[in-house]
């Protein structure tokens, strides 16, 4: 099967429907209070924010059926309209983190294992590439959809080292091909399998923490953290399972910390069934400002009982800008958006 990685990669794009809705709202929220009569302006940065929510229920089965109607997006308090609802299945960019460093020796079978069988999961027009780490950053299969090739870079995992889990995040969200087309709808996850305990890496949890939350990528955590006798500090892998956790909530994904070898395959098959059931949401933030000031989101569904998962938040200045695609859009609908007489978008 022919190899390709993100660059190469095209998935459903946003419906021309879709992105005039998100253009109309975005000249709703930009549009100035003056009482002359005049055009709305449009400014060349406008963005979505998109959103993908994990819908279970009292008894942590994912939902899925909810409508547009079911969900209240709130910023900061206040209430945004939204121009993107679907729960369609969208392509998945994963990367697969595994820990290699030597405390993993007696656990790396069943945790290849399990790997295998998570990428036997993935479906058509989905991606996965396979990461190793201890003390080194190595890419052992770059995005493909060809199983063999992902299995084959799983069975070669060798134990050795110390572990570096935060420089693997940190090398991983810097990637440039983990930033999906601004107008294409994709799931971006990455999956990461260690001990839990960092003490190798050069980069910061907070580094980590920080970039993670700018980012667009749900983050699942999974951490064998093994007994420790009470001679040893544990204060190390009490902040592991603390940041693990963090890292997980504010991206809108979710730690697991299985007990036994055997729960690893669960929570693989979890993982995949979540990517699977997502809703993917979006809308124009009723807040113009480009202020680079994080801005809290909260969903809440008219449905009782049930729990969601989703990113916590964004940074108004690291979204990414839709201008062409809004065009796009806006002439497929045989409309146009506000232009300058000189034919330049008006800003």
């Known amino acids: 099967m022919r190899h390709r990685d993100r660059a190469s990669r095209t998935g459903p794009q946003v419906s021309p429907a879709i992105m005039l809705t998100c253009a109309l709202a975005a000249v709703t929220a930009t549009a100035g209070t003056s009482s002359t009569t005049s055009l709305p302006t449009f400014s060349s940065t406008v963005d979505v924010v998109n959103l993908n929510v994990s819908v279970t229920d009292a008894k942590?089965?994912?939902?899925?059926?909810?409508?547009?109607?079911?969900?209240?997006?709130?910023?900061?308090?206040?209430?945004?309209?939204?121009?993107?609802?679907?729960?369609?299945?969208?392509?998945?960019?994963?990367?697969?983190?595994?820990?290699?460093?030597?405390?993993?020796?007696?656990?790396?079978?069943?945790v290849k294992a399990a790997a295998m069988r998570l990428v036997r999961e993935l479906g058509k027009g989905d991606a996965a590439e396979i990461v190793q780490f201890n003390h080194?950053?190595?890419?052992?299969?770059?995005?493909?959809?060809?199983?063999?090739?992902?299995?084959?870079?799983?069975?070669?995992?060798?134990a050795d080292g110390a572990t570096g889990v935060y420089n693997a995040l940190y090398f991983t969200l810097k990637d440039a091909r983990f930033r999906g087309k601004p107008d294409e709808l994709t799931r971006q996850a990455i999956v990461v399998l260690t001990d839990g305990e960092d003490t190798s890496s050069l980069v910061s949890d907070d580094q980590v923490l920080q970039l993670a939350k700018k980012s667009n990528v749900t983050i699942f955590t999974i951490n064998l953290q093994q007994p420790r006798p009470n001679l040893v500090d544990t204060a190390a892998p009490d902040r592991a399972a603390y940041f693990l956790t963090a890292l997980s909530r504010e991206t809108g994904g979710r730690s697991y910390s299985p007990t036994s070898l055997s729960q690893i395959d669960g929570v693989y098959e979890k993982i995949a069934d979540e990517l699977r059931t997502q809703y993917a949401l979006g809308y124009v933030s009723s807040n113009s400002q480009q202020d680079g000031k994080w801005r809290h989101i909260a969903i809440e569904t008219t449905q009782a009982n049930l729990m969601l998962r989703h990113k916590q938040g964004y940074y108004a200045s690291a979204l990414r800008a839709l201008r062409s695609a809004l065009d796009a859009a806006a002439r497929a609908a045989g409309t146009s958006l506000p232009h300058r007489p000189d034919g330049t978008p008006a800003q």
């Not at 547009?68 to 609802?85: S, Y």
């Not at 052992?140 to 992902?150: A, P």
């Open 60 to 110: 942590d089965h994912y939902v899925t059926g909810l409508g547009e109607g079911d969900f209240r997006v709130f910023e900061d308090g206040v209430p945004q309209k939204l121009c993107v609802f679907t729960q369609e299945h969208l392509p998945i960019s994963l990367a697969i983190l595994i820990d290699s460093s030597l405390s993993m020796q007696p656990n790396l079978g069943a």
């Open 136 to 158: 080194k950053f190595s890419v052992l299969q770059d995005f493909t959809n060809d199983q063999s090739l992902l299995e084959k870079a799983i069975s070669s995992i060798r």
